[in-house]
Nanobody, 114 residues
Framework: DVQLVESGGGSVQAGGSLKLSCVVS????????MRWHRQAPGKEREVVST???????TYADSVKGRFSVSQDSSKHTLYLQMNSLKSDDTAMYYC?????????WGQGTQVTVS
């Protein structure tokens, strides 16, 4: 069974930084890579960043140049380094494991930028 646990969220002032982590049990099942999503109150969920098993990354236009996704396969962990945070980045952040048959999600970690 695949389980994902996010951590690292919190409250930060605009311009600050946070680093989110997502520990994945069953990491080997994420054969189509992983994603970070976020959802703010009253807004649709959006894809923030993706990373393939080979390490190819993509970013939403709204976070390009400020966020950086990485993974440590030895630790079965996905990261999202978030710099120059803005109030618009306030949201619940979720990681997703993209498997061959199913996708798996964590419970989310809240990021609040004031």
């Amino acid at each position: 069974d695949v389980q994902l646990v996010e951590s690292g969220g919190g409250s930060v002032q605009a311009g600050g930084s946070l680093k989110l982590s997502c520990v994945v049990s069953g990491y080997e099942y994420c054969i189509f890579g992983m994603r970070w999503h976020r959802q703010a109150p009253g807004k649709e969920r959006e894809v923030v960043s993706t990373i393939s098993r080979a390490g190819t990354t993509t970013y939403a236009d709204s976070v390009k140049g400020r966020f950086s996704v990485s993974q440590d396969s030895s630790k079965h962990t996905l990261y999202l380094q978030m710099n120059s945070l803005k109030s618009d980045d306030t949201a619940m952040y979720y990681c997703e494991c993209r498997g061959q048959r199913d996708d798996y999600w964590g419970q989310g970690t809240q990021v609040t930028v004031s």
